[in-house]
């Protein structure tokens, strides 16, 4: 087959089938530490009959012809065409920045060590001036590597606004996600200020608890994995009970995970094992990869459960649906409100008095601490979409300014970022977007739950039920569809405000 031969819709999608599950393979066994080497460009080039021009104006034609779910479907399958063209002409630089990444070394302390070992170090360090000591050597390690990434961007850019026809990128996001960025983080920003009295009080106080008395005023960011998994309570939530806990809070809900062959899960710890838990969806409903690694504090738990939302959603979808709504979405809005909805339950004050034999005014506490840290988060990516608009919306002209990323995320959250972490801390496609509406509309699910179901939700088989009815229908809807089957306005961030702000 030529480059130039062009398939049907049908026969692409089967096709794509094939090729987004080999390059999830790929992904995953380099993500948990099987392999030390990417070779996401041989597939790309194995591949190379199903990415070309000629097929891409085909589904765009087949699309104009089009209309309902099937016009949808040809939509998503043009949009991942656009992708693949980008791909075949970049994998091979993608792949050797990563294992750059892989291969760089770091020493701390008289111990050498792989860059994502020592990332993950941080979260278990606990001294604050070994954190503080660490945190520098690996950040300027990282940041080697920004011309590189800087390079890489253009190169995306340029390949996307030609594909796409749409030059800008902020534009070029907003019609892919059939939203207004600009008008979603002026109701974070919004929601972002009502709560920022509250938040202050509550982060001198949080702080002071998980970083000691000696701490800085402006805390660097290198200390916040190691505040997210409260590890000053430890010895409460340990490594070792994680998964058995974790498993029996899904069960409550009427989910048996052990029992459901299609949800693998890696949960062993291994140096070059990405410490960042994931769900990698090769080929949903059948196989979809849970991966964790645990390391102790009760981010472990946040993260199985946040994770464990994800995987029951792909892995609960009809598997009669067309491969495109089990597999593709426009972005990635939908599935983390499924991931934010289960990760919710470790700030219910009863979930910790029940699995954890704590005090009912202890629980409360420790509950607390996770919705102090919910805010925190949600700070943080609140100000990272809005530098994110900066960025790209002067990126043709300056390449964007990372001290906007320093200052935003700085005044948003209270803890000190370095600039030249701007572009390590860029997810693609304006995924912090992503967050921020599956944010909004967990929260506006957690109300319809705590009125139909009530205060134990996160406990009773109806959640279950009513969430499962959600997973099958894959990732057809938008996250906004569903604000409306919840009888919610997309951006109507009063649930949200009632939880981080509590």
Same mark, same amino acid.
């Given at each position: 087959?030529?480059?130039?031969?062009?398939?049907?819709?049908?026969?692409?999608?089967?096709?794509?089938?094939?090729?987004?599950?080999?390059?999830?393979?790929?992904?995953?066994?380099?993500?948990?530490?099987?392999?030390?080497?990417?070779?996401?460009?041989?597939?790309? =080039?194995?591949?190379?009959?199903?990415?070309?021009?000629?097929?891409?104006?085909?589904?765009?034609?087949?699309?104009?012809?089009?209309?309902?779910?099937?016009?949808?479907?040809?939509?998503?399958? *043009?949009?991942?065409?656009?992708?693949?063209?980008?791909?075949?002409?970049?994998?091979?630089?993608?792949?050797?920045?990563?294992?750059?990444?892989?291969?760089?070394?770091?020493?701390?302390?008289?111990?050498?060590?792989?860059?994502?070992?020592?990332?993950?170090?941080?979260?278990?360090?606990?001294?604050?001036?070994?954190?503080?000591?660490?945190?520098?050597?690996?950040?300027?390690?990282?940041?080697?590597? #920004?011309?590189? =990434?800087?390079?890489?961007?253009?190169?995306?850019?340029?390949?996307?606004?030609?594909?796409?026809?749409?030059?800008?990128?902020?534009?070029?996001?907003?019609?892919?996600?059939?939203?207004?960025?600009?008008?979603?983080?002026?109701?974070?920003?919004?929601?972002?200020?009502?709560?920022?009295?509250?938040?202050?009080?509550?982060?001198?106080?949080?702080?002071?608890?998980?970083?000691?008395?000696?701490?800085?005023?402006?805390?660097?960011?290198?200390?916040?994995?190691?505040?997210?998994?409260?590890?000053?309570?430890?010895?409460?939530?340990?490594?070792?009970?994680?998964?058995?806990?974790?498993?029996?809070?899904?069960?409550?809900?009427?989910?048996?995970?052990?029992?459901?062959? #299609?949800?693998?899960?890696?949960?062993?710890?291994?140096?070059?094992?990405?410490?960042?838990?994931?769900?990698?969806?090769?080929?949903?409903?059948? +196989?979809?990869?849970?991966?964790?690694?645990?390391?102790?504090?009760?981010?472990?738990?946040?993260?199985?459960?946040?994770?464990?939302?994800?995987?029951?959603?792909?892995?609960?979808?009809?598997?009669?649906?067309?491969?495109?709504?089990?597999?593709?979405?426009?972005?990635?809005?939908?599935?983390?409100?499924?991931?934010? &909805? +289960?990760?919710?339950?470790?700030?219910?004050?009863?979930?910790?008095?029940?699995?954890?034999?704590?005090?009912?005014?202890?629980?409360?506490?420790?509950?607390?601490?996770?919705?102090?840290?919910?805010?925190?988060?949600?700070?943080?990516?609140?100000?990272?979409?809005?530098?994110?608009?900066?960025?790209?919306?002067? @990126?043709?002209?300056?390449?964007?300014?990372?001290?906007?990323?320093?200052?935003?995320?700085?005044?948003?959250?209270?803890?000190?970022?370095?600039?030249? #972490?701007?572009?390590?801390?860029?997810?693609?496609?304006?995924?912090?977007?992503?967050?921020?509406?599956?944010? &909004? =509309?967990?929260?506006?699910? =957690?109300?319809?739950?705590?009125?139909?179901?009530?205060?134990?939700?996160?406990?009773?088989?109806?959640?279950?039920?009513?969430?499962?009815?959600? @997973?099958?229908?894959?990732?057809?809807?938008?996250?906004?569809?569903?604000?409306? *089957?919840?009888?919610?306005?997309?951006?109507?961030?009063?649930?949200?405000?009632?939880?981080?702000?509590?």
């Amino acid at each position: 087959m030529s480059a130039t031969s062009v398939l049907s819709a049908t026969e692409f999608q089967a096709r794509l089938e094939r090729y987004l599950y080999e390059r999830s393979e790929e992904w995953r066994a380099v993500r948990v530490g099987d392999k030390e080497v990417s070779e996401q460009a041989e597939i790309v =080039r194995r591949y190379a009959d199903l990415f070309s021009r000629e097929q891409l104006d085909a589904l765009q034609e087949a699309e104009q012809d089009s209309s309902g779910d099937e016009r949808e479907l040809l939509y998503r399958l *043009r949009k991942t065409c656009e992708s693949g063209l980008i791909s075949s002409q970049l994998a091979e630089r993608e792949d050797e920045l990563e294992n750059r990444l892989l291969a760089e070394r770091v020493t701390f302390q008289g111990e050498a060590m792989p860059l994502r070992n020592a990332q993950a170090k941080l979260a278990v360090l606990p001294s604050y001036a070994d954190r503080e000591e660490l945190g520098l050597i690996q950040a300027e390690a990282s940041a080697k590597f #920004n011309d590189e =990434r800087l390079d890489l961007l253009r190169a995306t850019e340029d390949l996307a606004a030609e594909y796409s026809g749409i030059a800008d990128a902020v534009e070029r996001n907003e019609e892919e996600k059939d939203i207004s960025l600009r008008e979603l983080s002026r109701a974070l920003k919004a929601a972002s200020d009502e709560s920022t009295e509250r938040y202050r009080a509550a982060r001198e106080r949080w702080f002071t608890k998980l970083l000691g008395e000696d701490r800085e005023e402006l805390p660097s960011s290198y200390h916040t994995a190691y505040m997210r998994r409260l590890s000053p309570l430890e010895a409460t939530y340990t490594k070792e009970r994680a998964t058995a806990i974790c498993l029996q809070t899904l069960e409550a809900l009427g989910f048996d995970m052990p029992a459901q062959p #299609n949800i693998k899960l890696d949960l062993d710890d291994r140096p070059q094992k990405s410490p960042r838990a994931c769900v990698i969806a090769s080929d949903p409903p059948k +196989i979809v990869h849970l991966i964790t690694r645990a390391q102790g504090g009760l981010h472990d738990y946040q993260a199985f459960l946040h994770e464990a939302g994800h995987a029951l959603h792909y892995a609960g979808c009809d598997p009669e649906l067309p491969y495109v709504f089990r597999r593709i979405s426009r972005d990635h809005a939908l599935t983390e409100i499924y991931s934010y &909805i +289960i990760e919710a339950i470790t700030r219910e004050p009863a979930w910790h008095e029940q699995y954890f034999g704590l005090s009912a005014e202890q629980a409360q506490e420790n509950a607390e601490a996770t919705t102090f840290l919910e805010a925190l988060l949600y700070r943080r990516y609140e100000a990272k979409l809005r530098f994110e608009l900066d960025f790209w919306s002067r @990126f043709t002209v300056d390449g964007g300014d990372a001290e906007v990323y320093e200052r935003c995320l700085t005044e948003a959250t209270g803890i000190r970022y370095r600039r030249d #972490n701007y572009l390590s801390d860029m997810d693609a496609g304006f995924y912090s977007a992503d967050y921020l509406r599956a944010w &909004i =509309r967990s929260a506006q699910l =957690r109300s319809r739950l705590l009125d139909q179901v009530g205060d134990d939700w996160w406990r009773n088989p109806a959640t279950g039920e009513l969430l499962t009815e959600l @997973f099958r229908e894959g990732t057809k809807p938008s996250s906004e569809e569903i604000a409306g *089957r919840l009888e919610f306005e997309p951006l109507d961030t009063k649930p949200l405000l009632r939880e981080i702000g509590a």
